[in-house]
């Protein structure tokens, strides 16, 4: 599985990109959006990529992020989305766009992409609605720890005692995850712990808190 490539841009078309890695071109297709914010043709590129096999073809699909790549995955999931429905829908809105459409069960916001039709864009809505927290949690992995400094272990002291594991509480858990959600999507941290102060009156799991965070932030007209 290919899953990131990294190379010059040799050419651009319509809907590709030809990247050019130690001497291999590999044909990335990619939403209007990645395609202009991609550096011009001899430039320097990295793409997250996707690799769709069917029996007579390969297709490789490229974003800038991980998060993007794994909104194009969950779109796919979709009765009737594919890969280039996935894309215009991406192209459209972009990930954060998608994530407050699919949170605010905004389907006219999915529709606006070429080639989504108003079922379509419900389905979307209806059967990610669920899912699609746990990608709008994610975040960029931490950096790693340099090595700890070696230290010789004192044989005569006493095993340490293993600290008791964390009690779980799923309340805390949702407001967490819904926290890092709304984050990720650019909101400052005071705002957004607010909102879902707030939104935990209404909702308790993740998904509902989020959703009903996001109608509280939502600009009033």
Not at 72 to 88: D, I, N, P, T
Request: charged share 20%.
């Amino acid at each position: 599985m290919i899953g990131r490539l990294a190379g010059r841009i040799d050419a651009k078309g319509m809907d590709h990109v030809l990247l050019d890695v130690r001497g291999v071109g590999y044909i990335v297709h990619c939403s209007d959006r990645t395609l202009a914010a991609l550096p011009p043709v001899g430039g320097q590129a990295a793409l997250y990529t996707d690799l769709l096999v069917r029996e007579d073809l390969l297709q490789l699909f490229g974003f800038p992020t991980m998060v993007e790549k794994e909104w194009h995955r969950l779109l796919m999931s979709v009765q009737g989305v594919g890969a280039k429905a996935s894309l215009a829908i991406l192209g459209t809105l972009g990930p954060d766009g998608v994530s407050r459409a699919i949170a605010l069960s905004d389907w006219n916001a999915v529709k606006a992409a070429k080639g989504i039709g108003p079922k379509t864009a419900q389905r979307v809505v209806n059967e990610l609605k669920d899912k699609a927290p746990a990608i709008m949690a994610m975040t960029s992995p931490p950096a790693a720890a340099s090595a700890p400094d070696t230290v010789i272990a004192d044989t005569d002291a006493p095993a340490p005692v293993p600290a008791a594991a964390p009690v779980s509480d799923p309340d805390a858990s949702a407001q967490a995850d819904a926290l890092s959600a709304l984050t990720n999507l650019g909101y400052q941290p005071g705002e957004a712990a607010a909102a879902v102060a707030r939104a935990m009156e209404e909702a308790g799991d993740t998904a509902g808190v989020i959703r009903t965070a996001l109608r509280l932030l939502a600009p009033k007209e």
